[in-house]
């Protein structure tokens, strides 16, 4: 006696008949390649009876809302894109602000810089005494 075992099913129970009852610890999200997106895709295109793109979509353990998502990125052009993680987005965004925000404060400093230049100068046309480290001290 031989048993089929569907997708959902890949682990056997010790007795090698029925399947595993044990719930895996956590459940791995499945991936899909753009060529086998492709090929459900133009599966169902060719579907021109009632009944044939559910059919399809039962026999391949898929949802409709699948189907319509990957048709969205057929015509985006977007079908073999890999999405990137959120979190990525958020570090991008991040650094561009520290280093807009290093800028500003560099040209804040480079202008203090220039602003004491200018004072030091007027102190010397003046003839004003200007005070050093040793000065300040005491």
Same mark, same amino acid.
């Given at each position: ?7 959902? %099913?890949? $682990? ?13 610890? @956590?459940?791995?999200? #499945? &991936? ?36 319509? %998502?990957? $048709? ?13 993680? @959120?979190?990525?987005? #958020? &570090? ?47």
């Amino acid at each position: 006696m031989t048993t089929t075992l569907t997708r959902s %099913a890949s $682990r056997v129970h010790p007795d090698g008949m029925s399947p595993d009852p044990e719930v895996p610890q @956590k459940a791995q999200r #499945r &991936r899909y390649s753009a060529a086998y997106k492709l090929q459900i895709l133009e599966e169902a295109d060719r579907a021109n009876e009632p009944g044939q793109i559910g059919a399809l979509l039962r026999r391949e353990g898929l949802y409709s809302s699948l189907l319509a %998502a990957w $048709r969205q990125q057929r015509r985006d052009g977007t079908l073999g894109q890999v999405r990137g993680r @959120k979190g990525k987005d #958020r &570090r991008d965004r991040k650094i561009e602000e520290l280093e807009a925000d290093n800028a500003r404060l560099a040209k804040k400093l480079d202008q203090a810089e220039t602003i004491i230049e200018v004072q030091k100068k007027l102190s010397r046309l003046l003839g004003i005494e200007q005070m050093t480290d040793e000065d300040t001290e005491s």
